[in-house]
T-cell receptor, first 112, second 110 residues
Framework: DTAVSQTPKYLVTQMGNDKSIKCEQNLGHDTMYWYKQDSKKFLKIMFSYNNKELIINETVPNRFSPKSPDKAHLNLHINSLELGDSAVYFC???????????FGSGTRLTVV | DAKTTQPTSMDCAEGRAANLPCNHSTISGNEYVYWYRQIHSQGPQYIIHGLKNNETNEMASLIITEDRKSSTLILPHATLRDTAVYYCIVRAREPQKLVFGQGTRLTINP
């Protein structure tokens, strides 16, 4: 199936731990994104990569570090997790010359 | 990117047309109107977009006023599965950044 897939779907971890979320798209898109949706349901863009190059960084704490090994993958590594990092994280992809974004199904991160 | 104003919530009866309004009075000439929806606990889903002409696809129709200051998303025969939060977003093709507002929570009632 052509899609944007994220793993894991659920992640429960303790404060202070380091964790990663992986994202892969097989749509041939050249741009990938990370969005955060907090408990109030606001969706906020965090990062955007175009062909492995960072193009958007929305003043996210430097504990969050995206890594794009190739244009089909954009992983999110989070250091020293805090309670406020609890949220649903969505990966998305798009084509620069195209139209809509395709979103993954989300990763629900709970920090305890 | 221009800001949009949408009603917080709407209800519609199953089988009827759902008309979701959006105001974007500060839209620029190079900005498109996009609609997305988010069904509970899922990732947002692209519905439709347009610049100034009305658009229709298998999911919905988009009506943009002649002055482009407002638009309406039409779901012609709403079903229970159309219950979701609908986001109206205006943005230029570049930069590639989709900014979500609070959207309209549409509830389809049996």
């Amino acid at each position: 199936d052509t899609a944007v897939s994220q793993t894991p779907k659920y992640l429960v971890t303790q404060m202070g731990n380091d964790k990663s979320i992986k994202c892969e798209q097989n749509l041939g898109h050249d741009t990938m994104y990370w969005y955060k949706q907090d408990s109030k349901k606001f969706l906020k863009i965090m990062f955007s990569y175009n062909n492995k190059e960072l193009i958007i960084n929305e003043t996210v704490p430097n504990r969050f570090s995206p890594k794009s090994p190739d244009k089909a993958h954009l992983n999110l590594h989070i250091n020293s997790l805090e309670l406020g990092d609890s949220a649903v994280y969505f990966c998305a992809s798009s084509q620069v010359s195209g139209t809509g974004y395709t979103f993954g199904s989300g990763t629900r991160l709970t920090v305890v | 990117d221009a800001k949009t104003t949408q009603p917080t919530s709407m209800d519609c009866a199953e089988g009827r047309a759902a008309n979701l309004p959006c105001n974007h009075s500060t839209i620029s000439g190079n900005e498109y109107v996009y609609w997305y929806r988010q069904i509970h606990s899922q990732g947002p889903q692209y519905i439709i977009h347009g610049l100034k002409n009305n658009e229709t696809n298998e999911m919905a129709s988009l009506i943009i006023t002649e002055d482009r200051k407002s638009s309406t998303l039409i779901l012609p025969h709403a079903t229970l599965r159309d219950t979701a939060v609908y986001y109206c977003i205006v943005r230029a093709r570049e930069p590639q950044k989709l900014v979500f507002g609070q959207g309209t929570r549409l509830t389809i009632n049996p």
